[in-house]
């Protein structure tokens, strides 16, 4: 039933920038003048293009524009927006001006989503955060395409109503139809989480996938080629415990924005930690975050609160693997644009994988030890100093294969993992290899600093290693379910780094044998 | 044979079965010219077991003495670098030997004997021309 | 033999300078030997006078340089000749001449045993080298090598922390700093020992000159001991050498699965004496066990007694060897949980019974 014309239209709607959205409104007026349909202001081309859209739309709806000059801004005036998601809402604006829509709607109603020219409505990318927002700020329905309906339903506390074409938007808004259900999407298909069972021998390399676990560090796998670094790397996320309502719509809300909640059919909150495994080649883009235009979130982002996997080290160009400092470090990554800097979560642990010696390890190893030194020096930079574990994985025989025993089943370690964890948590509300040194030294036995103190002086260890081999001898000993870090804990540590050796004293102490040097 | 150490009981086998192998010879017929030689010069090691002649030949003999029962082919004694040992040392007996020999060939002959605890007399394997 | 005269050994400098080599050298010998003449050192200059020698200029630049070294110029038949090399002469192919830094090489009475090895050994290797050349050293016994990185070089420093003598042989003229940063350990020798070299002071390294010194260490000594070797190692070479010239050649056993036991292996299975203790060395040599009392070669743990360790400890220690053991191996035999065996092989570098190396851990 047509209302009064307002001055005005207006509908409410929301624009996403990185992982933040903000507030838009959108306004329409019409005037004396030139026939005409524009939308105004400092706006991206997508949406400028969206007067076009929006009139075809209109037209296949049945509503025919009047020959007046219509004008639509954006408020804020500068809103950078990208993406046709503003079809829908400025739609709606005009239909509120025909009086066709109720001006009430702008009070507790959002609109999100692209117009085809036959009048559908089509899903848009970042529903989630702009629906958060939308939430935020006390709006109480949000219309989406159908195919975004359950994304959008993951906010609590906002009534989704799924549409397919904008006579679907006009027959619900004016109370000529309920609004229909959210349609249930397929279920997600059950991905076999992958066990640690399938994980014959090792015996190194699991314990070390536990530690990291339990710590949240970062590790690397030394092994040739084919015996099971891809396998364990992937064993990794089904160790970790699931993530948390927080955690879980943060990872959402990411790959909302890089597109890849819409219409896939996530029935529920995804809890899985995440894996991704980019390849070498990639593009910095792709893993850390940009592209023209959209800055879309990267491989590592993808990976948040999950396992980034770095196969085959040596590949990567060296500016990739130095790119990756700030997100390890710091969590997030920023990616730079001309008018504002987009910041991304990267919350991520790194497992890397490499060859142990410069001939592959595979068959029988010629490589002396000061070649295999040489080599792993190469890992030096940015990361070298964050792995904190670098077990070796052998190749094996077919014997072994047929005589070893099954490991234990990923439920059992995770159980481990959980609680060691839940004692990290209650410590200092996170996990170990994020906790300050000075903290953690205080949870330390006097012996076993003067273990580590000992390493130090003997050049086994650097005085950055101390902290770092500290951080995982109290995640050791959260394992033990043991209070205090002692010395059995920090030699277990310290044995997980040998494969890193800060300083390669093991060559100094052969060197000195072997070369000339001052007569003792 | 009471409380031997083994290292002298290995001795005394080595010294009985180096004089079984000279009796066989002599019972062959050859006579033995020197046994346990060792020349002047202090670092041409190693020693000949037994010199003997046999008719026109100048025959140095390595003894090989055993005590297990198996017949273990005498030839194993003879290593690349034993062999090279033998040459050599043969060479020094023949420049330091007073006798004028230059008619007669030289041979090298490996002897095992194998000699069991519990056997009276051994078992004599003679290699002849075991080193060419 | 009778001592040449001057005027043969300004010639033979004079050959020496001009780096006339080996060969040409045991050519003209076997010349003079089939020709059944007379083959002392002086006939042989003589023959290769015609085909070598320099400029006077050169033969005082070098005589100048060497009595700024302290060098001499030593002829076969000089009383300054190492007499163990003299008997090899002529047939068996001793060096015409030599240069000599250093203390006279006084090996008439005294005995020499020549310790070489590869360049690249292993820790245990290198115990070995230092267990032998102390033992000797204590028992009088002059240590003889080659300088070379590695077996050689361990060799000559123990038996001069033991206050022995050594003899090195070198692969280049006097003067040349080869192997790098060997300098301080060549000045040592000369004050404890000689340094010896077939060429003229400045001659740089090549690979042929390495092995005709080669025949020089393994004639210097009654015995040639080979503690590791790969399989086509100069040490192998040194140790036929050895046997070629009528000497003992030992061999120190290694594990079969090691790189470095390849050619102690082969000249066990060539004959080559097995060398399990340095008592076997020098009771062949004749020499009183007593001077090398108190110095063994059975596992002397340094450091931490066994006792102070854990069981676990204990029993990963007892696992350990010469061959780098992974992680993987020792938890397979030890059957011991992946995590203890961990803290124990921690627990074993801390205490110094252990030392990691890429391959795995080893016994230090």
Redesign the interface.
């Known amino acids: 039933m047509p209302s009064a014309e307002p001055a005005v239209g207006r509908a409410r709607s929301a624009a996403v920038v990185g992982l933040t959205a903000l507030e838009v409104s959108i306004e329409v007026s019409m005037s004396a003048g030139l026939p005409s349909f524009s939308v105004i202001g400092t706006v991206g081309a997508a949406a400028r293009q969206a007067a076009d859209r929006v009139r075809a739309a209109l037209t296949a709806t049945g509503v025919r524009l009047p020959p007046r000059k219509i004008l639509a801004s954006f408020a804020p005036a500068d809103v950078p927006t990208a993406g046709a998601s503003f079809d829908l809402p400025l739609a709606v604006a005009v239909l509120v001006r025909l009086g066709v829509l109720p001006a009430s709607l702008a009070e507790d109603t959002a609109f999100l989503g692209e117009l085809g020219l036959d009048g559908g409505v089509r899903p848009v990318p970042a529903v989630l955060p702009a629906a958060r927002c939308i939430a935020d700020a006390g709006v109480g329905r949000l219309f989406v395409s159908g195919a975004n309906a359950a994304e959008a339903a993951l906010i609590g506390g906002l009534q989704v109503v799924p549409v397919s074409t904008v006579a679907d938007v006009i027959d619900v808004c004016t109370g000529a139809r309920r609004a229909a259900a959210i349609p249930e999407p397929p279920p997600a298909p059950a991905a076999a989480v992958p066990d640690m069972r399938d994980v014959r021998g090792q015996a190194e390399a699991r314990r070390a996938l536990e530690i990291a676990a339990a710590g949240g560090h970062h590790m690397l796998l030394l092994g040739p080629p084919g015996c099971g670094k891809s396998m364990l790397a992937s064993r990794l996320p089904g160790l970790l415990p699931a993530l948390d309502d927080r955690r879980a719509l943060e990872l959402a809300a990411v790959r909302s924005v890089a597109g890849l909640l819409s219409g896939s059919g996530h029935a529920a909150l995804d809890r899985r930690p995440p894996l991704r495994r980019p390849h070498h080649a990639t593009t910095a883009a792709a893993l850390l975050g940009g592209g023209s235009g959209v800055a879309l979130p990267g491989e590592i982002s993808l990976a948040h609160h999950g396992v980034l996997f770095l196969d085959e080290l040596f590949e990567w160009p060296r500016r990739l693997l130095d790119a990756l400092r700030e997100p390890v470090e710091e969590g997030v990554v920023r990616i730079a644009r001309a008018r504002a800097t987009v910041t991304y979560p990267a919350v991520f642990q790194l497992v890397c994988a490499a060859n142990p010696c410069p001939c592959g390890g595979a068959g029988t190893c010629e490589c002396s030890d000061a070649d295999v030194w040489a080599y792993r020096r190469r890992l030096s930079g940015p990361l070298a100093d964050r792995v904190d574990l670098a077990p070796r994985l052998t190749p094996l025989l077919a014997d072994d294969l047929v005589g070893a025993p099954a490991g234990e089943s990923t439920a059992v370690i995770a159980a481990r993992v959980a609680a060691a964890r839940a004692m990290a948590a209650v410590r200092w509300g996170g996990c170990n290899a994020r906790a300050t040194p000075a903290d953690v030294r205080a949870t330390a036995d006097p012996a076993a600093l003067r273990t580590l103190g000992r390493a130090v002086e003997d050049g086994v260890l650097s005085g950055r290693g101390f902290d770092r081999a500290l951080r995982v001898a109290r995640t050791c000993a959260d394992l033990d379910r043991c209070p205090t870090v002692q010395r059995g804990h920090v030699f277990e540590a310290l044995a997980h780094r040998a494969g890193l050796r800060d300083t390669g004293r093991e060559i100094s102490v052969a060197r000195s044998a072997m070369a000339p040097g001052q007569v003792r | 044979m009471r409380s031997v150490s083994r290292m002298t009981h290995r001795r005394q086998l080595g010294q009985d079965g180096e004089a079984a192998a000279a009796a066989h010879l002599e019972r062959l017929g050859w006579s033995i010219v020197t046994r346990n030689w060792r020349p002047d010069?202090?670092?041409?090691?190693?020693e000949v077991d037994i010199i003997a002649i046999d008719g026109r030949s100048v025959v140095f003999c390595e003894v090989k003495t055993r005590s297990g029962g198996g017949a273990g082919d005498p030839l194993e004694a003879?290593?690349?670098?034993?062999?090279?040992?033998l040459r050599?040392?043969a060479r020094?007996w023949l420049a330091e030997a007073e006798h004028d020999l230059s008619y007669r060939t030289v041979r090298f002959d490996v002897i095992g004997v194998r000699w069991p605890p519990s056997a009276v007399a051994p078992a004599i394997d003679h290699v002849r021309d075991a080193v060419r | 033999m009778t001592v040449p005269a001057p005027a043969w050994r300004t010639a033979a400098l004079r050959l020496a300078v001009g780096n006339v080599d080996v060969t040409r050298q045991q050519r003209a010998l076997s010349d003079l030997l089939e020709r059944g003449q007379d083959c002392g050192p002086e006939q042989v200059v003589a023959a290769l006078e015609r085909h070598g020698g320099c400029p006077d200029a050169d033969v005082r630049r070098v005589q100048r340089r060497m009595a700024a070294l302290g060098a001499r110029f030593v002829l076969v038949g000089d009383v300054q000749y190492p007499a163990p090399l003299a008997t090899a002469w002529p047939e068996l192919g001793a060096p015409l001449w030599l240069f000599a830094a250093g203390g006279p090489v006084r090996l008439v009475t005294t005995p020499a045993v020549a310790i070489v090895g590869t360049r690249r050994p292993t820790l245990d290797g290198l115990r070995t080298a230092r267990t032998l050349a102390t033992a000797l050293a204590r028992a009088g016994v002059v240590v003889v090598s080659g300088l070379a990185r590695g077996i050689d070089q361990e060799a000559h420093r123990a038996a001069l922390d033991a206050g022995g003598d050594t003899i090195a042989v070198l692969g280049t003229g006097f003067g040349v700093d080869y192997p790098g940063g060997s300098a301080t350990l060549r000045a040592a020798i000369a004050d404890h020992g000689a340094l010896l070299t077939e060429l003229a002071p400045g001659a740089g390294p090549r690979p042929w000159q390495f092995l005709a010194r080669n025949r020089i260490i393994s004639g210097l000594a009654a015995a040639t001991v080979v503690v590791e070797g790969g399989p086509t190692s100069g040490a192998l070479q040194t140790a036929r050498l050895a046997a070629g010239q009528g000497r003992d050649v030992w061999a120190v056993p290694g594990s079969i699965n090691a790189q470095n036991s390849q050619a102690p292996l082969a000249l066990l299975r060539d004959g080559a004496s097995l060398l399990t203790s340095v008592d076997d060395l020098l009771d062949s040599l004749a020499l009183s066990r007593s001077c090398a009392a108190g110095v063994t070669g059975a596992a002397a743990d340094g450091g931490t007694p066994p006792t102070a360790l854990s069981a676990d400890a204990r029993l990963i220690l007892g696992l350990l060897g010469a061959v780098p053991a992974t992680t993987d191996e020792l938890v397979a035999a030890s059957r011991l949980p992946a995590h203890a065996a961990m803290v124990a092989i921690g627990e074993l570098v801390e205490a110094g019974c252990g030392v990691t190396t890429p391959s795995g851990v080893v016994r230090a």
Request: aromatic share 0%.
């Open positions: 010069d202090p670092h041409l090691r190693g003879v290593t690349p670098i034993k062999e090279r040992r050599l040392l020094a």
